[in-house]
């Protein structure tokens, strides 16, 4: 039996050894890829029923800036935001975290 194991451990060593690591492309960092133990209801934030519900929304809504103590934006997310005359449009410049 105790060799059976050795035999396993060293086959899976030497493969480990032997298949090159994988090469992380620039569009799979643009992706974000999360594990989720049930699914998902809503993602509208008023209609968020359970816990798994609300984590999500907060993950898909939340973070390119937050608001101060004073009511003043401060970055999260985005690192930097502008806006066209009137705002009537906003540009969110996004810190890139895994480049």
């Known amino acids: ?8 451990f ?10 090159p690591p994988t090469q992380v492309t620039a569009q799979a960092l643009q992706a974000a890829r999360v594990g989720l133990l049930s699914p998902v209801a809503a993602l509208d934030p008023a ?3 359970t816990d798994m519900d609300a984590v999500i929304v907060e993950q898909l809504f939340l973070g390119l800036v937050e608001i101060d103590e004073e009511g003043n934006p401060q970055s999260e ?23």
């Open 1 to 8: 039996m105790k060799r059976k194991l050795l035999h396993a």
């Open 10 to 19: 060293l086959l899976v060593s030497l493969i480990t050894l032997l298949v």
């Open 47 to 49: 209609l968020t029923a």
């Open 77 to 99: 997310l985005a690192e930097a935001w502008e806006t066209t005359a009137g705002t009537q449009a906003w540009t969110f410049h996004i810190i890139l975290m895994f480049v």
